[in-house]
Structure formats: C-alpha cells, structure tokens
C-alpha cells in the first residue's frame, strides 16, 4: 500500500489567484495522476505526470491552466491558476504501484483529497 | 457513449440487508475491475479487484464479473451502517483507468 498526504486539504479562494496542491508519497512511484471530482460526478482525469518528463493532459485541460510539477518520484504538485468558481471541487493526486502478487496489476492509490472552493 | 456507466443511486437498505452495486461498460480491452469505497471528504480506497471474468469474495464483499455481457456487480452481503459510503466502479487497460460515476449506499440502522 502507499501512504499519500496532500496540501492543503481544503482552501477558500477568491477569483483570478492560484492554488498550489501538493501530494508526497511515501513509495517512489514512476505514474502519478492527478484527478478532479465535483459532486455527483465521476472522477475526471486531468492530468498524468511522470517523472523526468512533461505532464500529459487530458482533452479540456491545458498547462496553463494546471500546471504541474514532478521533482522525483515521491512528490508532485498540482497548480490551479486563474481560478474561477467552476473550479470549484475535490482535487485527487493518484499513484499507481505495482501492488501484491500480481505484478501485472498497477494498483492506483487516492490522496485524501483538496477540497477548493472558488468565490 | 461513456466508457463506464454506473447508477448513481442514492440507494438506502436497512441493516443486514443484501447490496448489489453494478456496472456496465462498453471496452472489451478492460482487463481488471476495481471497486473502490469513498467516505466523505476522503479519497477512494480499493476493495477490491478481479482480473477478467469470474468471482472474488472477500469477507462480506463478492465482486463478479462477466466479461460476455461487459457487466460487474459488487454484492454486500450482512450490511452494515458503516458500509455507508459512496462505491465506484472502475476498470483498467494498461495504465490507464476508467471510473463510474459512483453509487451512494445508506445503511440504515
């Protein structure tokens, strides 16, 4: 299993600034993803971020937007810029292990999430 | 057509009773399925997952799966309250994973 921590876990943010949203593994993980959920809705890819290379983004997410960071293997943030109130939701980071005996499986594990809302 | 469809519910049961969670999906890469417990104002956590068809029990948990039909079900047999949670389905070719919408489960005492 992996232990994931992510920061803040919860923020009030106003109009046009940015957010930055951490998440530290404690298992080197080559894949992370990061996630959005708004209520009542699946989960939503936004972006996936390997290490040593750039963010791969989703169809409706751009850079600019999301940038994202990826220093090593234990740590990646997520930056919300521009913000608006249809940011407003859950934001996930997910790293996916190779886990129990089955290595063909790559298990993906969820931080606690960052629950943002945007006035 | 989505990848992954799951009734969103919300489905309420009274204590002890039998849960079936289901899901349909239209991919017939999907290798392995996944069922994951979402309680409030926390991240997903695995319960379980099956590689392509057949059965996986675990506790009071049975995960089925029957790839001729693209259908998943997860039963909950001698419900709980504490089993209150949200439950997604999710399926996987390769790295990537594709979740359902979640179904909001209430056991009540």
């Known amino acids: 299993s992996a232990v994931i921590s992510q920061k803040p876990s919860r923020d009030i943010c106003q109009r046009g600034t940015s957010l930055t949203i951490q998440c530290q593994v404690d298992?080197?993980?080559?894949?992370m993803f990061w996630y959005r959920q708004q209520p009542g809705q699946s989960l939503t890819l936004i972006a996936t971020?390997?290490?040593?290379?750039?963010?791969?983004?989703e169809s409706g997410f751009v850079i600019d937007k999301f940038p994202i960071s990826r220093p090593n293997l234990t740590f990646s943030t997520l930056t919300v810029s521009n913000m608006s109130p249809e940011d407003s939701s859950i934001y996930l980071c997910?790293?996916?292990?190779?886990?129990?005996?089955?290595?063909?499986?790559?298990?993906?594990?969820f931080g606690p999430g960052t629950r943002l809302t945007v006035l | 057509q989505k990848e992954v469809e799951q009734d969103p519910g919300p489905l309420s049961v009274p204590e002890g009773a039998i849960v079936s969670l289901n899901c349909t999906y239209s991919?017939?890469?999907?290798?392995?399925f996944m069922w994951y417990r979402q309680y409030s104002r926390k991240g997903p956590e695995l319960l379980m997952y099956?590689?392509?068809?057949g059965n996986k029990e675990d506790g009071r948990f049975t995960a089925q799966v029957d790839k001729s039909s693209k259908y998943i079900s997860l039963f909950i047999r001698d419900s709980q309250p504490s089993d209150s949670a949200t439950y997604l389905c999710?399926?996987?070719?390769?790295?990537?994973?594709?979740f359902g919408t979640g179904t909001s489960l209430t056991v009540i005492p």
């Open positions: 997910s790293p996916q292990l190779t886990s129990g005996p089955d290595t063909a499986y790559n298990e993906q594990f």
């Open positions: 298992s080197q993980v080559t894949m």
């Open positions: 971020a390997n290490q040593g290379s750039e963010a791969t983004y």
């Open positions: 991919n017939s890469a999907f290798q392995y």
């Open positions: 099956t590689y392509s068809s």
């Open positions: 999710a399926m996987s070719a390769g790295n990537q994973f594709y």
